[in-house]
């Protein structure tokens, strides 16, 4: 398989066949986003990913349920582009059930409904998406490329062509000092997009990108623990979604929890709770990661 490091992928795609179709990430402008900096956004030859597939038929076809198309957001690629792919995964993975990416707002309202449908009935089936705020301002300051009403339109889309949505927002986004308008607009962004899954990341200030220059010049500081665990307590009080699974175990959290909402709102609220009073252990910095 050619394989173009960095490679990323959500945790739940773990045991899913990555396919790089795209390298690198068409917006990259992300002011906290470090992972492809150094890739020059392409898609890459058809018959390459073509290929890519067949090695991966050849190797393990029984097995492959899940099939996570990356780079950065994928979705940016046309329907001409995308087609011959998605006919590829049908015909190599007889098992296939799922077939998911990134996208940004951006790639939503890019496309045609008619194209976002067809897309769908050829099996693409979950978009990992990252408003990361519902602060426009917030995302406005990280360069984010749509604000939120853009979200709210761009989840409109999704929904109608029949994709479900995974939705990530980004504890800290907003700093110091848009901290509590960051985390409430956040969850009432991720009520109107109604997504299947929901998820909060810990914002990483890495080196070498502008919020990291923005940090060491005064400009931008990141809540302290106690203030990123009261974002979270913010962010689920405004968020009701009708039927989500909530994650927050992503290795960047100090308190991985879950549950499905609405049922388990108040046990959630609870130990969020807990750990504000110094009563549930924390993961330790040394264990956190991006
Ligand atoms: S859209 Fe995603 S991959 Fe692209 S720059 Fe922003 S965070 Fe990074």
Known sequence: M???????RPPSEADSFILQATLGCSWNACTYCGMYRNKCYQVRPTEEVLSDIAEAAAQMAPDVRHVFVADGDPLAMSLDQWEPILAALQAAFPRLRRVSTYATARNLLEKLPAELKRLREMGLSLLYIGPESGDDLTLQRIAKGANAADHVEAARKAKEAGMEQSLMFLLGAGGRERSEEHARASGRLATAMDPRFLSTLT??????????????????????????????????????????????????????????LPRDREAILATIDQALAGEVRLRPEWRRGL
């Open 2 to 8: 050619r394989y173009h490091e960095p490679l990323f």
């Open 203 to 260: 914002l990483t200030v890495v080196p070498g990108t502008p919020i990291f220059h923005l940090a060491n010049q005064g400009r931008f500081e990141l809540p302290d623990v106690y203030g990123l665990l009261t974002e979270l307590r913010w962010f689920m009080e405004e968020a009701h979604p009708s039927a989500a699974i909530f994650r927050s175990n992503h290795a960047s959290n100090y308190l991985p929890i879950g549950g499905r």
